[in-house]
């Protein structure tokens, strides 16, 4: 059974940092694509980076680059998403993503419950 468990998400001032983990289980991260997206109040969800299945390059939505990092720890089957320097307009609910890979051409799509991520002052 597939699960991803965001957590790590709270309440910070601009310019803050905040380090947002996603524990997954029922697979391996090396078979799919995972990776962050966040939902503002009505505002449609966007991504904002993730791993890529076939070589593990990564992606940053152009609103993070040089402020976002992701990571990943294959042992803790894990990935982060450490944030630093946030701006009120960081403000959202943050989902862990996979689309996990059972065979080259057959695939499924997961999310986790999200973390509400605040900043303000």
């Known amino acids: 059974q597939v699960q991803l468990v965001e957590s790590g998400g709270g309440l910070v001032q601009p310019g803050g940092s905040l380090r947002l983990s996603c524990a997954a289980s029922g697979f391996s991260l090396d078979n799919s694509h995972i990776g962050w997206f966040r939902q503002a109040p009505g505002k449609e969800r966007e991504a904002v980076s993730c791993f890529s299945r076939s070589d593990g390059s990564t992606y940053y939505a152009d609103s993070v680059k040089g402020r976002f990092t992701i990571s990943r720890d294959n042992a803790k089957n894990t990935i982060y998403l450490q944030m630093n320097s946030l701006k009120p307009e960081d403000t959202a609910v943050y989902y862990c993503?996979?689309?996990?890979?059972?065979?080259?051409?057959?695939?499924?799509?997961?999310w986790g419950k999200g973390t509400q991520v605040t900043v303000s002052s």
């Open positions: 993503n996979a689309v996990v890979y059972y065979s080259d051409y057959v695939s499924d799509d997961y």
